[in-house]
């Protein structure tokens, strides 16, 4: 459900101080959340079951949450940006999780695809040239 992998979000953004530790720690757990619970994980982006901007009374505040959480890294990763480039950036962190985690869940990427994509995104959004 939505509730648990919230739930995980925060446990490992808790024991990860820095931002860059932040990024790791939520795409893997993103990713993870979807290979290890891929029922749970396909109900939670069902439009069926929750229709896109039209959430319910209990989904609402999670994804409100869950979106918070990926602005407020975003703006850690990169705090010099706009606010127009900050919400790119959010985007765009949460595209590339999602996206990894839906392939890994389908069976596309294998869970050492879904790694080394997860290493390949980190160092796109955390390298500073």
């Known amino acids: 459900s939505m509730a648990q992998l919230v739930g995980q979000v925060r446990a490992v953004l808790a024991a990860s101080p820095e931002p860059a530790e932040r990024a790791a720690a939520l795409l893997r757990c993103y990713v993870g959340y979807a290979l290890n619970q891929p029922h749970a994980f396909a109900a939670i982006y069902d439009p ?3 229709a896109p901007g039209a959430p319910t009374a209990t ?7 869950l979106e918070q959480i990926v602005a407020d890294l975003a703006v850690a990763l990169r705090p010099e940006q706009s606010a127009a480039a900050t919400a790119g950036l959010t985007s765009a ?13 389908a069976g596309h990427l294998t869970p050492e695809g879904c790694e080394a994509a997860v290493v390949s995104i980190l160092e796109s959004f955390t390298h500073r040239p």
């Open 93 to 105: 962190l949460w595209a590339s999780a999602h996206g990894v985690a839906e392939l890994g869940r």
């Open 48 to 50: 069926t079951i929750c």
């Open 59 to 65: 989904m609402a505040p999670l994804i409100d949450e």
